[in-house]
């Protein structure tokens, strides 16, 4: 049988950044543009972010302290999640560029539409998106955890995801949706 080891120990003792950033990757995760307009618009690709509760509806993203966005949401308090669907590899490219356009900048020549809830960009032809109120935020080392209450939903089209595994991108076609019988 391959796979781990049953010892602990034999896992490796090697914890450094680049090192843990290769295990980490062995996680799947899926792609999201996380937005948020007002006076200081503006976009990140995350791939830190999962569901927490249904009552109340509670999800939560990862962001870099220092980063734009941070203080962007912290005072609009809001902002909104955009759930990539495959083939949007190229806005997942384009978000996740140190070297990008800021502020309104950012969204030249990307089709988008205003949250009704948020006014945070929803990106056009994602799979899902969400509009949330910023509930609380935690420190978590290098990064803050942000933690939004939902105020509005959405899906559109035929699942397909855009995910990151193995420091790629990779596509998961609608058929890998479908339930067996």
Do not use: W
């Not at 090697?14 to 307009?37: D, K």
């Amino acid at each position: 049988m391959s796979g781990l080891a049953t010892r602990p120990d034999s896992l490796g003792s090697e914890t450094g950044s680049a090192e843990l950033r290769r295990t980490l990757g062995r996680f799947p995760t899926g792609i999201t543009i996380v937005t948020t307009g007002g006076r200081r618009p503006a976009g990140m690709t995350v791939n830190a972010f999962t569901s927490v509760s249904l009552e109340p509806p509670l999800l939560l993203i990862c962001v870099k302290l220092g980063s734009e966005i941070l203080g962007s949401i912290t005072e609009t308090r809001v902002f909104a999640v955009s759930i990539l669907a495959r083939g949007q590899e190229g806005v997942a490219r384009r978000f996740a560029d140190p070297a990008r356009a800021r502020g309104r900048h950012a969204f030249d020549g990307l089709v988008f539409v205003p949250g009704p809830r948020t006014g945070a960009p929803l990106i056009t032809g994602a799979q899902a998106a969400l509009e949330c109120e910023l509930h609380a935020v935690y420190e978590g080392g290098d990064h803050s955890i942000l933690l939004g209450e939902i105020v509005s939903n959405s899906r559109a089209g035929e699942p397909g995801a855009l995910v990151y595994f193995e420091s790629a991108f990779r596509s998961l076609s609608a058929a890998a949706h479908r339930r067996a019988d």
